[in-house]
């Protein structure tokens, strides 16, 4: 599924992304991140908005040596340094449904919940400006690489994005 951000692009605003998610993969490999939200088009993904689903823990994604392996984690860049949050320890393939909640709290301060449990906050050097890449696919990456697919069910995907007003 491809589609357009709301208003071109997240910037720097706060948002709350959450959906509902079901998966038995347990296809490990190493770098092999499951997409489940990719943007369109970048290069390596640079400041794309990519929510992946962790691999067995390659030095290349994995943020923390207690990563569960299926874990899922917010890295605009595709790489160990680009990432800013995840679900930390727990492994979502385990057939079993579970809410998942990523948020920008503003300022650069990025949260993961999984079953309403904090897993994660941090603050990076400074929000990622999310561009807009041409819009987002659901369940692939850019490159069309079928390593890359997200197998499993995502259901209620919401994306709620504070307004900026002036007066």
């Known amino acids: 599924l491809q589609y357009p951000w709301p208003d071109g692009a997240l910037g720097v605003r706060s948002w709350t992304l959450s959906f509902w998610v ?26 794309g908005f990519q929510l992946m689903r962790e691999s067995a823990g390659g030095d290349t994604y994995t943020p923390h040596a207690d990563n569960a392996s299926g874990a899922i984690m917010l890295n605009p860049r595709g790489t160990l340094a680009g990432y800013l ?8 393939a385990d057939n ?3 809410y998942i909640v990523f948020q920008h709290e503003g300022g650069g301060v990025y949260s993961s919940f999984c079953d309403g449990v904090l897993m994660e906050r941090r603050t ?21 690489s079928a390593n890359a697919y997200f197998t499993g069910t995502i259901d209620n995907l919401v994306l709620n994005i504070d307004e900026v007003r002036s007066l």
Not at 22 to 47: C, E, F, H, Q
Not at 124 to 144: C, E, I, M, S, T
């Open 124 to 144: 990076a050097a400074a929000p990622v400006n999310f561009g807009d890449n041409g819009g987002f696919f659901l369940g692939k990456r850019q490159d069309g």
């Open 22 to 47: 079901k998966t038995s993969d347990t296809d490990y490999t190493v770098n092999t991140g499951r997409r489940i939200m990719a943007p369109v088009s970048g290069t390596n993904l640079a400041d």
């Open 85 to 92: 949050c995840s679900t930390r320890a727990v492994d979502v």
């Open 96 to 98: 079993v449904w579970h």
